[in-house]
């Protein structure tokens, strides 16, 4: 009975496997293509003209390389973003744990509460906020609402409530130190693993962000990389054959952007595995 359940849970997982690569796979093999290859050739096989190197070259020299600083911007608003949103999170889960305070509760629910309402339905008031203030068309329209993030506060008030001993606090506090030097000094390394973890959580969904940058941002220079992307995809399909070859680098540019997101996961692991799995328990 075991040696079958073990069986049926190989064959789940490498569909699963299968299902989460196939999309990447795609991805690879349509960069090698031409674009007439990318619709005369078979899908999840190479066409005979390998052409990646090519598209390569065409994808970052288009348009004055507008390609690299479309990246460049998505690596400043991703990483800023991340950053601050990661401290802000660590600084608000420390207190909600380790601080007992008038509202303490009902606060956090509504922070609970926050993580169920989707970022998009935001983003019209976001809009009409920031246009108030003279925000829009600027990176702090991108920087300032992805710093806010509820389920990173709630993942980082989950794990310090028990990676950080009470007692640890108090003979801080006994020493003299102030409740911020305790922070920085002594709760912030303890709580290093969740806080990669909100960063790594933050960075993607920063980097992947579609709709906020495209009804904040007007000047192609500050566009990120899904919206750049975006606007040649909309230029190839609009120009027909004057600028359809602009599709296999609309492609090309897709799998170079997830490049670094890969590479991120991939150094961090250890930190946003052992983060995830410890606020799971804890949760």
Not at 41 to 57: A, E, K, P, V
Not at 135 to 156: E, Q, T
Not at 249 to 265: K, R
């Amino acid at each position: 009975m075991s040696e079958r359940r073990s069986k049926l849970l190989m064959i789940g997982m490498v569909a699963l496997f299968v299902y989460f690569l196939l999309p990447l796979f795609w991805l690879f093999v349509a960069s090698t293509k031409t674009t007439g290859d990318l619709f005369s050739s078979f899908g999840l096989w190479f066409s005979h003209d390998f052409s990646l190197f090519r598209n390569i070259r065409e994808t970052v020299t288009y348009d004055g390389g507008v390609y690299a600083r479309w990246m460049l911007n998505t690596v400043f608003y991703s990483v800023v973003s991340a950053g601050g949103a990661a401290f802000l999170c660590a600084l608000g889960g420390y207190g909600f744990a380790k601080y007992r305070f008038r509202g303490n509760g009902a606060m956090f629910a509504l922070v609970l509460g926050s993580i169920m309402v989707p970022t998009t339905a935001l983003a019209i008031p976001t809009y009409l906020l920031f246009s108030k203030v003279g925000l829009v068309n600027s990176p702090w329209a991108i920087i300032l609402p992805s710093l806010v993030s509820p389920f990173g506060l709630y993942l980082m008030r989950i794990y310090a409530q028990d990676a950080i001993p009470d007692g640890i606090i108090e003979a801080a506090r006994i020493d003299g130190a102030s409740e911020f030097r305790i922070f920085f000094q002594v709760a912030l390394r303890m709580l290093a693993p969740g806080l990669v973890t909100v960063l790594l959580f933050t960075l993607v969904a920063t980097w992947n962000n579609y709709f906020l940058p495209l009804i904040m941002l007007n000047n192609p220079k500050l566009y990120p990389v899904t919206v750049g992307l975006a606007a040649w995809s909309s230029q190839s399909v609009g120009g027909g054959g004057s600028t359809g070859a602009l599709l296999s680098s609309v492609v090309t540019g897709s799998l170079l952007s997830v490049i670094p997101l890969i590479a991120a996961f991939l150094l961090l692991q250890r930190y946003w595995q052992s983060g995830l799995s410890a606020g799971g328990v804890k949760g």
